[in-house]
């Protein structure tokens, strides 16, 4: 048994293949533009759920690193404090020796330098 083509039937078959190539351009276009190859969670379902976990998992993440921040400017104040303490005590405790201060205090005396300040 032979099918007849007609040159009807041809021309609505390209047409249809070539609607079909230019959606998928448009498509590839658009993922190209947006970056990202899930435009809409009905394009790839479980690669949806995937990106929205992942999302999440980014999120807290970021709190934890937020967290960590401020743990470090926390501990970055409080030493500061602590140093200019120490510094204070050791300052009062031998002023009569200047030359005997740790160099981190900012008020030693540099004792052939009477008068400036490190």
Same mark, same amino acid.
């Given at each position: 048994?032979?099918?007849?083509?007609?040159?009807?039937?041809?021309?609505?078959?390209?047409?249809?293949?070539?609607?079909?190539?230019?959606?998928?351009? +448009? &498509?590839?276009?658009? +993922?190209?533009?947006?970056?990202?190859?899930?435009?809409?969670?009905?394009?790839?379902?479980?690669?949806?759920?995937?990106?929205?976990?992942?999302?999440?998992?980014?999120?807290?993440?970021?709190?934890? +690193?937020?967290?960590?921040?401020?743990?470090?400017? %926390? +501990?970055?104040?409080?030493?500061?404090?602590?140093?200019?303490?120490?510094?204070? !005590?050791?300052? !009062?405790?031998?002023? !009569?020796?200047?030359?005997?201060?740790?160099? &981190?205090?900012?008020?030693?005396?540099?004792? %052939?330098?009477?008068?400036?300040?490190?």
């Amino acid at each position: 048994m032979s099918i007849r083509l007609t040159p009807a039937m041809v021309t609505s078959a390209t047409l249809n293949d070539l609607t079909a190539s230019l959606s998928a351009i +448009e &498509r590839t276009t658009d +993922e190209l533009s947006s970056g990202t190859t899930i435009l809409q969670p009905s394009d790839n379902p479980y690669g949806a759920s995937q990106v929205i976990d992942l999302q999440s998992q980014l999120d807290g993440l970021s709190s934890y +690193e937020s967290d960590a921040q401020n743990g470090i400017a %926390w +501990e970055n104040t409080a030493s500061g404090g602590l140093s200019s303490m120490a510094c204070g !005590r050791t300052m !009062r405790g031998r002023a !009569r020796h200047s030359s005997s201060l740790p160099a &981190r205090c900012p008020g030693r005396l540099i004792p %052939w330098r009477t008068g400036s300040h490190t």
